[in-house]
């Protein structure tokens, strides 16, 4: 079983900042990337941000040069930090984990309960 646990939203406004953090626990063997998505009321849900193993990054258009995300390899977490933030980025934020459960088994995608951010202008 694989849980993955988000905290550090909250309401904040617009010119904030607020980070996110992620910890992947459970039966683990390997992590190949870890993100966070986030899905507004009335939107389909969209990808924010990830990592690789191989600390490479890819971040959405939208938040580029105000969101930066980071991992803690040895403890299976992720953050979000967020900047400059804007009402438009209110949203509930997911924590997505690509990884294996055990040796020679297949990678699959594990979400989380997602947390509530909210941008006041």
């Known amino acids: 079983q694989v849980q993955l646990v988000e905290s550090g939203g909250g309401l904040v406004q617009a010119g904030g900042s607020l980070r996110l953090s992620c910890a992947a626990s459970g039966s683990i063997f390997s992590i190949n990337s870890m993100g966070w998505y986030r899905q507004a009321p009335g939107k389909q849900r969209e990808l924010v941000a990830t990592?690789?193993?191989?600390?490479?990054?890819n971040y959405a258009d939208s938040v580029k040069g105000r969101f930066t995300i980071s991992k803690d390899t040895a403890n299976n977490t992720v953050y979000l930090q967020m900047n400059s933030l804007k009402p438009e980025d209110t949203a509930v934020y997911y924590c997505n984990a690509h990884l294996a459960t055990m040796m020679y088994s297949s990678y699959n995608y594990y979400w989380g309960q997602g947390t509530q951010v909210t941008v006041s202008s």
């Open positions: 990592i690789t193993r191989g600390s490479r990054t």
